[in-house]
């Protein structure tokens, strides 16, 4: 067993007060927004951040939550919900309840785990062993299911704004070998537009820094045992499994408000390539199979389904398979799952392609909103074994000063007006296969 210190009842009661808080001040609609999940959602926002934090909670104009940070005095966001799903509860994300058999097994890849698990073992050994107890868990741990992408939400592990910069060069190391560099240049410049965001909103906040972002260690980095980290703070949770030579790097989330600023003098704009790619696809198709995608021209302030909290969500497909699509709209739909998938470390994002293209034909294109080049609009691809979510929100922070008396603020949530501003992505594992949970299982079922 790990030596990490659990949270206590005294918290969990904290967390607690804090969901019943936000519920009675911001409302449903804060409170989904504070989830990173849709209020239309079948499953209910849950599971809160501590009041008693230790690094504070939002003032006025804070992203934690609604409109104008949230409402609930002290803790600073949500977590992922009411209905947190223990690691032993979960199932995945399924379109009824019932996972689908078969899809993924224990096999050779041919692609060599050394690097990170090289990089993953010289980062734990660089910490002192407080940190190094604060950070490590079992593999089949809760704390994998316990992210979020908002920023005042209560973090285990080691805080990278708290260690010394070697220790920190040897965090940045790991995500580097087991990111691609689009996804690390991704990760770091999120990290910088949190930091911008701060500034921005009225500077000082712990949260809404380069260095409020955690990392915790579910196993012991091995090439042939099961482990993994993840990687997580505000608008940035990436969770990245290892078995022998196979990789899992879902639920990705990744998301940014603003999504364009020039923080320390360098001009960052994000989720370029997601916005082109998702319009790539819709412009691909003919007319009738665009009135098939399209369910509405008008969006909400939020239209994500599986963000935090949502890890047993059930999504029925929507939209229109690529069965029925031609053949350059069925290349234009796979560059834009490599756009997700190519956020892993090139050699396993090929591998991670490969299992994608097999179940293409029911692969299915969802889109909600405009179509212009700079609509706000949501778009999900969604097959057996890939779950995509892109975004576009109405704003929290950024945008509109007016309204909060010049800190930042914005009109935020469901009932918001999108804008290209504010983005959340996901990507996931559909039928049991986020967090590398299957696979997991298949190990103990055949090794054990």
């Given at each position: ?11 969990e ?12 001040t ?8 504070m989830?990173g ?10 599971t809160s ?7 504070g ?5 804070m ?9 609930a ?14 690691y032993a509860?979960?199932?995945?994300v399924?379109?009824?309840g019932?996972i689908?058999?078969d899809?993924?097994s ?7 785990t ?6 993953a073992?010289a980062?734990?050994?660089g ?8 950070c ?5 741990d ?6 979020s992408?908002?920023?005042?939400y ?32 991704q990760?770091?410049?999120i990290?910088?537009?949190n ?5 921005y909103?009225?500077g ?5 820094t380069?260095g ?18 993840q ?7 990436i969770?990245?499994?290892v078995?022998g ?6 639920p ?7 999504t ?11 989720f ?6 998702g ?8 007319d ?6 399209i369910?509405s ?7 994500l389904k ?13 939209g229109l398979a ?25 050699a ?5 392609m ?9 692969t299915?294109?969802?889109w ?24 576009a929100q ?5 945008g ?5 008396g ?43």
């Amino acid at each position: 067993m790990s030596a990490h210190r659990p949270r206590t009842p005294e918290t969990e009661r904290s967390r607690r007060w804090f969901m019943n808080k936000a519920l009675l001040t911001g409302g449903v609609a804060a409170l989904a927004t504070m989830t990173g999940c849709s209020s239309g959602s079948s499953d209910s926002a849950s599971t809160s951040a501590s009041a008693s934090s230790s690094y504070g909670g939002p003032p006025n104009g804070m992203p934690s939550g609604g409109p104008g940070g949230g409402g609930a005095p002290g803790g600073g966001g949500m977590g992922p919900g009411a209905s947190e799903v223990k690691y032993a509860d979960f199932t995945g994300v399924t379109t009824d309840g019932k996972i689908v058999d078969d899809l993924y097994s224990i096999h050779a890849t041919d692609v060599s785990t050394d690097s990170v698990v090289k990089a993953a073992q010289a980062f734990l050994d660089g910490l002192s062993s407080a940190q190094r107890k604060s950070c490590v868990f079992d593999v089949d741990d809760d704390e994998w299911l316990k992210w979020s992408n908002v920023d005042g939400y209560e973090r285990q592990g080691v805080r990278m704004g708290d260690i010394t910069d070697k220790q920190r060069d040897l965090g940045y190391a790991l995500l580097g070998t087991a990111l691609s560099a689009d996804g690390l240049t991704q990760t770091r410049n999120i990290m910088k537009l949190n930091a911008f965001l701060g500034d921005y909103s009225g500077g000082g906040r712990d949260t809404l820094t380069e260095g409020a972002y955690f990392f915790t260690f579910m196993g012991t980095p091995s090439t042939t045992k099961p482990w993994g980290f993840q990687y997580e703070g505000h608008h940035v949770a990436i969770n990245y499994f290892v078995l022998g030579d196979q990789v899992v790097m879902t639920p990705t989330f990744m998301g940014s408000e603003p999504t364009s600023a020039t923080y320390d003098g360098e001009k960052i704009t994000l989720f370029k390539k997601e916005t082109a790619a998702g319009l790539a696809v819709l412009r691909a198709l003919t007319d009738a199979q665009r009135k098939k995608v399209i369910s509405s021209e008008t969006k909400a302030g939020d239209n994500l389904k599986a963000g935090a909290g949502q890890d047993n969500l059930k999504l029925a497909y929507q939209g229109l398979a690529a069965a029925q699509f031609s053949d350059t709209a069925r290349d234009k739909l796979l560059d834009l799952v490599r756009v997700y998938v190519g956020n892993m470390a090139d050699a396993h994002a090929e591998v991670r392609m490969s299992e994608v293209e097999d179940h293409l034909d029911d692969t299915y294109f969802y889109w909600i909103g405009e179509t212009k080049d700079s609509s706000a609009f949501y778009y999900r691809v969604h097959s057996p074994v890939v779950l995509i979510e892109y975004d576009a929100q109405s704003p929290l922070a950024y945008g509109n000063k007016s309204s909060t008396g010049g800190t930042g603020g914005g009109t935020g949530g469901p009932g918001g007006t999108p804008t290209q501003q504010h983005i959340h992505t996901i990507i996931r594992t559909p039928n049991g296969g986020d967090y590398g949970v299957d696979l997991l299982k298949l190990h103990l079922e055949n090794d054990h």
